[in-house]
């Protein structure tokens, strides 16, 4: 656990770094101005939305560990302590693809002592649904403007093998067995195996559905809330439909660059799609836009993480045990 918060914390201040460089170069002084009379209840609103999207989110992990039947093993997990956990995983949103947010099996098996790698497919069926629900918003318009075309085609593409292939374990097994066979890496192939399990059944066409469903109500309200954002700079014109849009084309940019937290794709897609695409907008109001939705989703969810993992480890048994669990667990590489 210690090197996945080392790598997030380097992350985090690349992206502090990279902000204050956007900052110097379009001028902060003209920022500045687009945001003098900014009306700041949307800017709330957005975090708000937000709010809800991690719940709706913690509602995609607990139907996880209900099919999963992680509770048989561990009767004493309450949902109280399922939300702090759940929450804890934020704090490594900013890892490539997000997949730091393994944190959560870590802090799971040292409280209630689930095995890391039952609940590990957990973050990869959260990351395929995500894509799913970004490719059906981003349907919204790609039609009309078709360029961004082959960004949704590589990303269904991507989604279609990652359920063929994690959600068939006939086809990984006999893979696996044979890797297994080799010297030094057939310990890792048996705890492959595991998670392959665990995989196949939240990949099952109904669990995929249920989450994709809740992904896209998820993502569709920070949709929404780029589009209040958007809406609260004078002399720009952006319908809902057309926010969406850009959200969720930028937001597979950067997960597609496998960039820490899409950082730098994500941002630059976006506010040059949005000073392309929206009527009245201008590059530093695109840029203040941008950063303005950014941190009301991406660094308001490494907050909140944050604050939930300082919540978890408070407890100095717990905390011995999460990171006794990580140093035996390699993190995921870039």
Not at 122 to 127: K, Q
Not at 149 to 164: H, Q
Not at 218 to 244: M, P
């Amino acid at each position: 656990m210690s090197r996945l918060l080392r790598r997030t914390l380097y992350a985090i201040v690349a992206g502090a770094l990279l902000y204050a460089v956007a900052m110097v170069y379009f001028d902060a002084r003209t920022i500045g101005a687009q945001l003098r009379d900014y009306p700041w209840w949307r800017f709330i609103a957005a975090i708000g939305l937000s709010s809800i999207n991690y719940l709706l989110r913690f509602a995609k992990w607990e139907l996880s560990l209900r099919w999963l039947d992680v509770r048989a093993t561990a009767p004493g997990l309450s949902r109280g302590r399922s939300l702090v956990v759940y929450l804890a995983g934020l704090s490594m949103s900013i890892s490539p693809g997000k997949l730091g947010e393994v944190l959560r099996s870590a802090l799971l098996k040292a409280s209630d002592g689930v095995p890391f790698s039952r609940t590990a497919p957990i973050v990869v069926a959260d990351r395929i649904t995500d894509l799913i629900a970004l490719v059906v918003l981003s349907l919204l318009g790609v039609s009309r403007f078709r360029e961004y075309l082959p960004v949704v085609l590589a990303t269904a593409v991507l989604v279609a093998l990652g359920v063929v292939l994690l959600g068939t374990p006939r086809i990984l097994h006999p893979l696996l067995r044979r890797i297994a066979r080799l010297p030094g890496i057939g310990g890792l192939a048996a705890r492959a195996e595991l998670l392959v399990d665990s995989a196949a059944v939240v990949l099952r066409l109904r669990p995929l559905l249920v989450l994709a469903v809740l992904s896209v109500v998820g993502w569709g309200l920070e949709c929404v809330g780029f589009w209040l954002i958007v809406g609260g700079f004078a002399g720009t014109e952006a319908s809902l439909t057309l926010c969406a849009f850009l959200w969720s084309i930028g937001t597979l940019v950067g997960a597609l660059s496998f960039l820490p937290g899409g950082l730098i794709a994500a941002e630059g897609s976006l506010a040059v799609a949005t000073t392309k695409l929206v009527a009245g907008a201008t590059a530093p109001m695109a840029l203040a836009a941008t950063l303005l939705g950014r941190i009301a989703t991406l660094w308001y969810g490494e907050l909140v993480g944050g604050v939930a993992l300082a919540v978890f480890l408070r407890d100095p048994e717990l905390r011995a045990r999460a990171f006794a669990d990580a140093a035996a667990t390699p993190p995921p590489r870039r």
